[in-house]
């Protein structure tokens, strides 16, 4: 099968296993204390621990084990996840039933089952939650990479999403991503609120996902982290059917498709989004970018990646909308990113930063923030990464901190005053940006850094190119010598 495919059987066997472990002591005790199979249900708009999840006896990995054979495990797993579905209203289509459809050979299908229960997960308990979840992520990870283009339509590359969460900070507040994919923002946020003294609820999350089998990912990966998010009831598109009209976010975090072409436009050219424009119909980027700003709260801030195209684009009335944008003072910082990063293209990108206000006073999480008025941060990370295998990169924990540092310390919300660094970082004002044609593209505005210029002499330059000559001449006699020799092999 294609990974496409199989990756949804694999995620719900595991998603099977992961909740069992971790919610199945809970479950029981319900089960003693009521008769009935529906048990009350979390509360929204706030995150609550995995094991309120009640597993049935149907779902539970200890029956499965003891009645699973090689020719009923298609059936079987289709029941299970049908009774979690009944007894959770949070998990209410979000989970795959199609194993008796999916056509997968049914003793195959019992070996994978064979393999996933024999893991020992016991060993992990003082800190399980944790640890299922980041099992789950691998998987998700281990499937997008292998997926390629289709995998970055439900996954952002870990190091990416950890460079948003760092420099967004989102301690206390709504949390909201319109495009959540699989949910791997919102896992991000919540620890790091846990690793900052922090306690699950300080933040709401909300998000929307368009494709279906998406969505269900996103609602797995949540459960199985033990978090509450208001995704809807079901998948929608967040142009035509936005779930979250009144919400104005604390904290913006996305990853939007790039370059999306077909997002019907056409149908919305009178949307009251469209503060600064309205969008190219067959470009969705700048419709991403006013959507964010039309839902984020005064002292918000907002982060997204975006293809590199659109910092400096001036098609079908880009470069207006961007123009109107930095005049109104909302563009914040631009981080340009390595290539290879992503798994949905190897074409380079770029984080965006947004906020409403830049004036002095405290930000969402209570920190006090210098005067920014008039001023963008440029970051130019692009030499950033190391490459963890032949196509893709990958930022490195203190790459990752060099940056958000510099941020925040520009902010004014980190010990420690902020500095320009040739080649890396630059405070520029806005009739700089003017003096570019309202260009956001780092390089133009960072500069280099001299300090890491190779001076070359001409000495240097000459020996050089003797050398490339003189093997030059010896390819080009070995190439005579060969013709030669083809001739008088067909000349017998």
Same mark, same amino acid.
């Given at each position: 099968?294609?990974?496409?495919?199989?990756?949804?059987?694999?995620?719900?066997?595991?998603?099977? !296993?992961?909740?069992?472990?971790?919610?199945?002591?809970?479950?029981?005790?319900?089960?003693?204390?009521?008769?009935?199979?529906?048990?009350?249900?979390?509360?929204?708009?706030?995150?609550?621990?995995?094991?309120?999840?009640?597993?049935?006896?149907?779902?539970?990995?200890?029956?499965?084990?003891?009645?699973?054979?090689?020719?009923?495990?298609?059936?079987?797993?289709?029941?299970?996840?049908?009774?979690?579905?009944?007894?959770?209203?949070?998990?209410?289509?979000?989970?795959?039933?199609?194993?008796?459809?999916?056509?997968?050979?049914?003793?195959?299908?019992?070996?994978?089952?064979?393999?996933?229960?024999?893991?020992?997960?016991?060993?992990?308990?003082?800190?399980?939650?944790?640890?299922?979840?980041?099992?789950?992520?691998?998987?998700?990870?281990?499937?997008?990479?292998?997926?390629?283009?289709?995998?970055?339509?439900?996954?952002?590359?870990?190091?990416?999403?950890?460079?948003?969460?760092?420099?967004?900070?989102?301690?206390?507040?709504?949390?909201?991503?319109?495009?959540?994919?699989?949910?791997?923002?919102?896992?991000?946020?919540? !620890?790091?609120?846990?690793?900052?003294?922090?306690?699950?609820?300080?933040?709401?999350?909300?998000?929307?996902?368009?494709?279906?089998?998406?969505?269900?990912?996103?609602?797995?990966?949540?459960?199985?982290?033990?978090?509450?998010?208001?995704?809807?009831?079901?998948?929608? *598109?967040?142009?035509?059917?936005?779930?979250?009209?009144?919400?104005?976010?604390?904290?913006?975090?996305?990853?939007?498709?790039?370059?999306?072409?077909?997002?019907?436009?056409?149908?919305?050219?009178?949307?009251?989004?469209?503060?600064?424009?309205?969008?190219?119909?067959?470009?969705?980027?700048?419709?991403?970018?006013?959507?964010?700003?039309?839902?984020?709260?005064?002292?918000?801030?907002?982060?997204?990646?975006?293809?590199?195209?659109?910092?400096?684009?001036?098609?079908?009335?880009?470069?207006?909308?961007?123009?109107?944008?930095?005049?109104?003072?909302?563009?914040?910082?631009?981080?340009?990113?390595?290539?290879?990063?992503?798994?949905?293209?190897?074409?380079?990108?770029?984080?965006?930063?947004?906020?409403?206000?830049?004036?002095?006073?405290?930000?969402?999480?209570?920190?006090?923030?210098?005067?920014?008025?008039?001023?963008?941060?440029?970051?130019?990370?692009?030499?950033?990464?190391?490459?963890?295998?032949?196509?893709?990169?990958?930022?490195?924990?203190?790459?990752?901190?060099?940056?958000? *540092?510099?941020?925040?310390?520009?902010?004014?919300?980190?010990?420690?005053?902020?500095?320009?660094?040739?080649?890396?970082?630059?405070?520029?004002?806005?009739?700089?940006?003017?003096?570019?044609?309202?260009?956001?593209?780092?390089?133009?505005?960072?500069?280099?850094?001299?300090?890491?210029?190779?001076?070359?002499?001409?000495?240097?330059?000459?020996?050089?190119?003797?050398?490339?000559?003189?093997?030059?001449?010896?390819?080009?006699?070995?190439?005579?010598?060969?013709?030669?020799?083809? !001739?008088?092999?067909?000349?017998?």
């Amino acid at each position: 099968m294609e990974v496409s495919q199989y990756k949804h059987l694999i995620l719900g066997l595991l998603f099977l !296993r992961l909740l069992s472990e971790n919610a199945g002591s809970h479950s029981a005790r319900k089960r003693t204390q009521t008769s009935s199979r529906h048990v009350s249900r979390p509360a929204q708009h706030r995150s609550v621990p995995a094991d309120v999840f009640e597993v049935p006896d149907a779902a539970s990995w200890g029956t499965l084990v003891a009645n699973a054979t090689p020719k009923n495990i298609p059936r079987l797993l289709d029941r299970a996840m049908q009774a979690l579905e009944e007894c959770n209203d949070t998990l209410r289509g979000a989970l795959f039933k199609e194993y008796v459809r999916s056509g997968l050979n049914a003793e195959r299908l019992f070996d994978v089952f064979r393999e996933l229960a024999q893991l020992d997960i016991a060993e992990h308990k003082t800190n399980s939650l944790d640890v299922l979840g980041r099992v789950y992520e691998y998987f998700l990870g281990q499937f997008a990479r292998a997926e390629g283009a289709k995998g970055g339509e439900y996954y952002t590359p870990k190091c990416v999403v950890q460079l948003l969460v760092e420099m967004l900070a989102p301690y206390k507040g709504s949390v909201y991503d319109p495009c959540c994919g699989s949910g791997g923002m919102f896992v991000q946020s919540e !620890r790091f609120v846990a690793e900052h003294g922090g306690r699950r609820g300080d933040i709401n999350l909300f998000g929307q996902e368009s494709n279906p089998a998406t969505w269900r990912l996103a609602k797995m990966n949540l459960a199985i982290h033990g978090l509450h998010a208001n995704v809807g009831s079901s998948s929608a *598109d967040t142009f035509q059917n936005p779930l979250h009209e009144a919400l104005e976010a604390d904290y913006i975090i996305a990853n939007p498709p790039f370059n999306m072409k077909d997002w019907g436009g056409e149908l919305l050219r009178h949307d009251p989004r469209w503060k600064y424009g309205m969008p190219p119909t067959g470009n969705a980027n700048y419709a991403w970018i006013q959507h964010f700003v039309h839902h984020l709260a005064t002292t918000g801030v907002a982060g997204f990646v975006l293809a590199n195209g659109s910092l400096a684009s001036n098609t079908s009335g880009e470069g207006d909308i961007r123009a109107r944008l930095i005049e109104d003072d909302v563009v914040e910082c631009i981080v340009a990113l390595p290539g290879h990063l992503f798994y949905s293209t190897q074409i380079p990108a770029s984080l965006w930063f947004f906020t409403k206000s830049k004036s002095a006073g405290c930000g969402v999480n209570g920190h006090s923030l210098r005067d920014r008025s008039g001023e963008v941060l440029f970051i130019d990370a692009r030499d950033f990464g190391l490459m963890i295998d032949r196509v893709h990169r990958s930022l490195t924990s203190a790459e990752i901190e060099r940056i958000a *540092d510099v941020y925040h310390r520009w902010r004014g919300d980190r010990v420690g005053s902020y500095q320009d660094i040739p080649g890396f970082c630059r405070a520029v004002t806005l009739k700089d940006i003017r003096d570019h044609k309202f260009a956001l593209v780092p390089g133009r505005y960072v500069g280099f850094d001299r300090s890491q210029q190779n001076i070359v002499s001409f000495s240097d330059l000459k020996d050089e190119m003797q050398a490339i000559e003189t093997t030059l001449h010896s390819v080009t006699a070995s190439a005579g010598h060969a013709i030669t020799l083809i !001739r008088d092999l067909l000349n017998g």
